[in-house]
């Protein structure tokens, strides 16, 4: 048996998905759709912003381990590292304003 304040919540949820869908297609008539370029742009800068701090965590990861001569423990870990800012600045640049 569910209470009044879990029905409430949901109706809440359902209504505020209701007026983002509003709103989305507002501005969608609005401002129309991206050109094709715009879009393509988006997905080099998408891979760029993940490529790069990868590639520099790979580049510092066997700096150290040639320097500690610990086999691949940098180089692993700082890809790792580099993939996850990569993929945040990602999803920062996917969610921002245009």
């Known amino acids: 048996m569910s209470n009044g304040?879990?029905?409430n919540g949901k109706q809440?949820?359902?209504y505020r998905s209701v007026e983002q869908r509003a709103e989305r297609q507002a501005r969608w008539e609005r401002e129309g759709e991206?050109?094709?370029w715009q879009n393509l742009s988006m997905i080099g800068a998408l891979g760029w912003l993940i490529v790069t701090p990868t590639l520099i965590g790979a580049l510092i990861g066997r700096w150290?381990?040639?320097i500690y001569g610990q086999?691949?423990?940098w180089t692993g870990s700082l890809i790792?590292?580099?993939a996850a800012v990569g993929f945040y600045l990602a999803w920062q640049r996917m969610h921002s304003d245009r």
């Open 12 to 14: 809440d949820g359902l």
């Open 34 to 36: 991206r050109p094709l």
């Open 64 to 66: 150290l381990d040639g």
């Open 80 to 82: 790792f590292l580099g």
């Open 5 to 7: 304040t879990e029905d």
């Open 71 to 73: 086999g691949v423990f």
